[in-house]
């Protein structure tokens, strides 16, 4: 694989500035602000992941204050109470995206939420004090832990709540081929492994999030 000076000088060169490039990258929330984040904030954020997949991102978010009114602003100590009368009910609720499976996963996600802040104090410190030179086993921890939180669900709800990770997009995993770190999209523990491998060394050479070296790379694809 190429080293960060490689990544760098070619996204400065397609971007023509560094100015230009800092514009184009994410930011991670520090692990304070992530620590602070109110328990019933990550349960919507994990809800709204949820229902955004295979959907309309705009459709989703604008239902999203009718889910919040529907799921008692997504108060885990009353969602996990939901049983399966009142989520039949729901399932008539015109204003809401009205998808079973989905709606049976936030009473599950609200004990998820609720079973982590027994544990660690709130649900916030678990992405606090999580390392990122292990992402990929948050990734792991919260589709098993979790409900429908598999596959790049979860890399993308981490984007989402501003923990920092990168995520396997296709670009990305296009570029990863091109390194020779993976030759398919990387699922396996092995595979998974050498990609938070070949991130944990660009992040020592370069210091950067692993959010901005995904996006830098996703930028080598050519179109």
């Known amino acids: 694989m190429r080293d960060y000076k490689w990544l760098h000088e070619y996204c400065l060169n397609r971007f023509g500035s560094a100015e230009a ?14 620590r602070a984040i109110p328990d019933d904030r990550y349960l919507s954020l994990i809800a709204l992941r949820v ?3 295979g959907l309309k991102h705009s459709l989703v978010d604008a239902k999203w204050p009718a889910f919040e009114a529907a799921f008692f602003g997504f108060d885990p100590q009353k969602v996990v109470l939901m ?6 009910r729901l399932m008539q609720d015109a204003r809401l995206i009205r998808h079973l499976g989905k709606l049976r996963s936030v009473p599950r996600n609200a004990q998820f939420v609720l079973d982590v802040a027994r544990e660690k104090g709130s649900f916030g410190a678990l992405f606090a004090d999580w390392p990122v030179s292990d992402i990929v086993g948050l ?5 098993r ?10 890399p993308r709800l981490l ?17 990863l081929k091109a390194q020779g770190i993976v030759d398919k999209a ?8 050498a990609v938070q491998a070949a991130f944990n060394q660009w992040h020592a050479e370069s210091g950067r ?8 790379l996703a930028h080598t694809v050519n179109h």
């Not at 490039?21 to 992530?34: F, G, I, K, T, V």
């Not at 049983?83 to 039949?88: D, F, I, N, S, V």
């Not at 984007?159 to 570029?175: H, L, N, Q, S, Y």
């Not at 692993?210 to 996006?215: F, P």
């Open 186 to 193: 990387p699922t396996s523990l092995k595979e998974l492994a």
């Open 51 to 53: 229902f955004r997949a």
């Open 145 to 154: 832990h979790g409900s429908q939180l598999g596959g790049l669900s979860a």
């Open 21 to 34: 490039l800092a514009a184009r990258l994410p930011q991670p929330r520090p692990d304070a602000e992530l």
């Open 83 to 88: 049983g399966a009368e009142h989520l039949e």
């Open 159 to 175: 984007r989402m709540i501003g923990k920092d990770t990168f995520i396997p997009t296709e670009d990305m995993v296009t570029a």
């Open 209 to 216: 999030p692993l959010c901005q070296l995904s996006v830098m």
């Open 139 to 143: 990734w792991k921890y919260l589709a």
